[in-house]
């Protein structure tokens, strides 16, 4: 059977909530990069759930993980569900959507699959946004969690006790391009 054609190009043809749509392009590129499952931290169900509410006539299995991942998921899933305003189920996918492409190596916003960083910025901000008002010096957003996920475990992870003073301010800062 062929994959459900998950991309962008057919996604932003379809008028619907930003909220399905960065649900949707995180879909896409965990399909694109191979990722078990799809979107982590979610049950059968909840899934299933998903797919009826954010692409109903798409059928998609979330797959299985290979092996145990030890990484920070958890973790970021906690911190945005702490700060999911509404929080309900929608809050739910998409913190599991945005801690289980965080995970990997670029941007978020790429890691994601979304067009730009401005997406992001702004399902945080609708859907996060005591979290994202927080970011208050425009860190980039990887960097930001990860920087409060730090900070809650007493773990300094910063050069400086400064932003202005530190040498990494290029890694934390700056255009997300
Ligand atoms: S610029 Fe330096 S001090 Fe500021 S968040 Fe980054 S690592 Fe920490």
Redesign the pocket.
Known sequence: MNAPDLSLSRLMGTPQSLEKLVIACVLAESQRVGAQPLIRGLGAISFNLLCTTCLPDMALDNGVAERPLFDEFEELFELLIEHAEPMDQMSIWLAAAIATAAQRDNHLWQDMGLPSRRELSAILNLRFPRLAAANNAD?KWK?FFY?QLCQRAGVP???????G?????S???GPET
């Open positions: 860190m960097k920087r992870i910063c050069k400086s006790p400064q932003c003073d530190c040498s990494d301010q890694l934390c800062f």
